[in-house]
């Protein structure tokens, strides 16, 4: 069987641009899914430069899908549905694909679109990515997957200081929606679970933001205290001052390690 597929590279580009949609007669086969990641994150935004590609929170795209794919269309409804949180997606608008998407194999990453048609960074929003593989190297065709597999990261620079939550569903762009094609050129409908980030401020001692206390932290702190390192991506030094005295000393430490190991609580919560 022939593995260059490139009118089935077409076919996608051109649904997810013109707004072509399927006519899909049956409900989508439970091998064949799209799952956004939930988590909790503290707000916070990428503080580099407007050509920086990097970014603040990080939502993996998780699949698992029957057939050897070609191209996927994802288009996603971002909404804060309690608190007033949100989260803008990377910006200046329009970004390039790679400006949206952090790839995460060697499959579902060539061929890119991106669209912000109409995208305002108010809630609700709308904003589409597609991909598909390279039509002349069958090493980027993604294989079939009876697990999840994590494809892709959505890029969000900035989450706000409003704490609650938000999710990230599927939608219609355009007419475009979400799909696989597969390498025989037929378009797949696809189930989906939509992602619910809740923005919480980080627990005390959390340096690095990940809502555990780990090592990571004490070594974040021991930077912080020693080497007057703020821990990225914290705005100042006050989060490292852990018994509210005023200063960074290894009083500080101390209490990071019994938090770390022993569960022991702060004396302060400021």
């Known amino acids: 069987m022939s593995v260059n597929k490139p009118a089935a590279i077409a076919a996608g580009v051109v649904l997810f641009l013109l ?47 029957k057939d050897s794919l070609s191209f996927m269309v994802l288009p996603v409804e971002v909404t804060s549905t309690s608190g007033g949180a949100y989260a803008i997606v990377a910006c200046p608008c329009p970004r ?62 900035t989450v706000r200081t409003a704490t609650g939550t938000f999710e990230l569903d599927s939608s219609r762009l355009g007419g475009a929606q979400l799909v696989f ?46 080497c007057d390192t703020c821990p990225p991506p914290l705005p100042g030094m006050a989060a490292c001052d852990l018994n509210c005295d005023g200063v960074r000393s290894a009083a500080d430490i101390v209490l990071e390690i019994y938090a770390v190991f022993l569960f022991r609580p702060f004396p302060c919560n400021a």
């Open 181 to 226: 094609t597969t390498i025989a050129g037929q378009d797949v409908k696809v189930n989906f679970l939509k992602s619910v980030i809740t923005v919480a401020p980080a627990p005390k001692g959390d340096l690095n933001l990940d809502f555990a206390l780990t090592g990571a932290d004490i070594v974040l702190l021991l930077n912080c205290t020693f």
């Open 19 to 65: 707004g072509a949609s399927s006519a899909f007669s049956q409900p989508p086969d439970p091998r064949d899914s799209i799952i956004l990641e939930s988590k909790t994150v503290a707000p916070g935004a990428h503080p580099g430069a407007l050509n920086d590609t990097a970014s603040y929170l990080y939502v993996k795209v998780f699949i698992t899908n």
């Open 96 to 157: 390039s694909f790679f400006g949206v998407v952090n790839p995460l194999t060697s499959t579902l990453r060539y061929f890119e679109v991106v669209s912000f048609t109409n995208y305002d960074n108010i809630s609700p929003d709308k904003f589409a990515v597609a991909a598909g593989n390279d039509g002349i190297d069958p090493t980027t065709i993604e294989p079939p997957n009876a697990t999840r597999k994590a494809v892709w990261e959505l890029k969000f620079d």
